[in-house]
Every structure is written in structure tokens, then in C-alpha cells.
């Protein structure tokens, strides 16, 4: 099992960037690929981005191909978002997501942080 907390939240301006963090408990980080999702107010949560368990495989959704980038550090279990050109409509809470099979999906695996907000104002 692992446990997620992510930090980075907060408000910009349009056009700012954010980076997010996600540290990881446990020894076996490196076993898991790792996710960023997103979700605003009575929406659904959606995929933003995910890593595979060496960093060498990423896929971002199309509204961020670009903009966002996702990286990890697996001597520090953590695994970051980096947000530029960040605009209104990316404004939703942000969370952090693992699952055990090492390689990138779209579909997001059993765990989850607490979430973080950011808030993108025009």
C-alpha cells in the first residue's frame, strides 16, 4: 500500500504557473506508476497526466500537452506536476494517484491523495 499528500495548491493569475508535489510513503515507490487528475464541483474527476515507474513513459491529456509536465524523483518518492501558461479553466482540485503495475494509463489506480486546490484567476 501506499499513502499520497500532495502540496503546490494555491491561486495565479492567468498565464502563472504552480508546481505540484506528491510524496509518497514507503519503501517501494518505484513500483508504481504515478497520475495527476483533476476535479472541479459536481463534475467527474479526469486524467491530466501520468508517469510510468522509471519516467520514461508520460502521457498528458490534450488540454495540457504543452503547458504541464510530469516527472518524478524516485530517491525523494515524489512525483510532480509542473503547470505553465496556466489558465481559468484549469482551475479544480488536483490530485495525486498511484497504481502498482509500473506502467502509464489513463485510468487511474486505487490510491489517492487528499487533494489540492488551484484556483486560476482571469
Known amino acids: 500500500q501506499v499513502q499520497l499528500v500532495e502540496s503546490g495548491g494555491g491561486l495565479v493569475q492567468a498565464g502563472g504557473s504552480l508546481r505540484l508535489s506528491c510524496a509518497a510513503s514507503?519503501?517501494?515507490?518505484?513500483?508504481?506508476?504515478m497520475g495527476w487528475f483533476r476535479q472541479a464541483p459536481g463534475k467527474e474527476r479526469e486524467f491530466v497526466a501520468a508517469?510510468?515507474?522509471?519516467?520514461?513513459?508520460?502521457y498528458y491529456v490534450d488540454s495540457v500537452k504543452g503547458r504541464f509536465t510530469i516527472s518524478r524523483d524516485n530517491t525523494k518518492n515524489t512525483v510532480y506536476l509542473q503547470m505553465n501558461s496556466l489558465k481559468p479553466e484549469d482551475t479544480d482540485v488536483y490530485y495525486c494517484?498511484?497504481?502498482?503495475?509500473?506502467?502509464?494509463?489513463?485510468?487511474?489506480?486505487?490510491?489517492w491523495g487528499q487533494g489540492t486546490q488551484v484556483t486560476v484567476s482571469s
Open positions: 494517484n498511484a497504481r502498482s503495475d509500473r506502467y502509464a494509463h489513463y485510468d487511474p489506480g486505487p490510491y
Open positions: 508517469i510510468s515507474w522509471n519516467g520514461y513513459t508520460t
Open positions: 514507503g519503501r517501494t515507490f518505484s513500483r508504481y506508476a
